[in-house]
């Protein structure tokens, strides 16, 4: 099954720390990655996804799915095949907007702290 990323810029995005965008060198991997670990019935089972952000004290990928909403999730990689389609844990944000107030503004408020 061949799955195609979908489009979107990162440098859109005002990155904070913990937040970093995702290199274009690790985009495949990190789909291969997702794809991997995701058994049926999971969140984004069979979407389009481009990772375009990383935190870079754990596994999460911040991916972008597509003009229709939601369009973003984060995804916590768990580096193993999972079997419950609750795994890999995913939070999905209807916009960009919503993924910066509710995930990364939080996460660098944290880091700081």
């Known amino acids: 099954m061949l799955f195609r990323s979908t489009k979107f810029e ?17 985009e495949a991997r990190t789909i291969a990655e997702l794809y991997r670990e995701m058994p049926a019935g999971h969140a984004l089972f069979g979407r ?24 973003f999730a984060v995804v916590h990689l ?22 910066i ?3 990364m503004i939080p996460d660098a408020e944290d880091w700081v702290a």
């Open 48 to 71: 389009n996804v481009q990772p375009i952000g990383y935190r870079q004290d754990c596994d999460d990928v911040l991916f972008y799915l597509g003009e229709s909403v939601p369009q």
């Open 78 to 99: 768990t580096y193993l095949r999972e079997t419950r389609p609750e795994w890999p844990e995913t939070m999905l944000f209807d916009t960009l907007a919503t993924w």
């Open 101 to 103: 107030e509710q995930c």
């Open 10 to 26: 990162p440098s859109k995005i005002q990155w904070r720390v913990p937040w970093w965008p995702t290199p274009p060198e690790q």
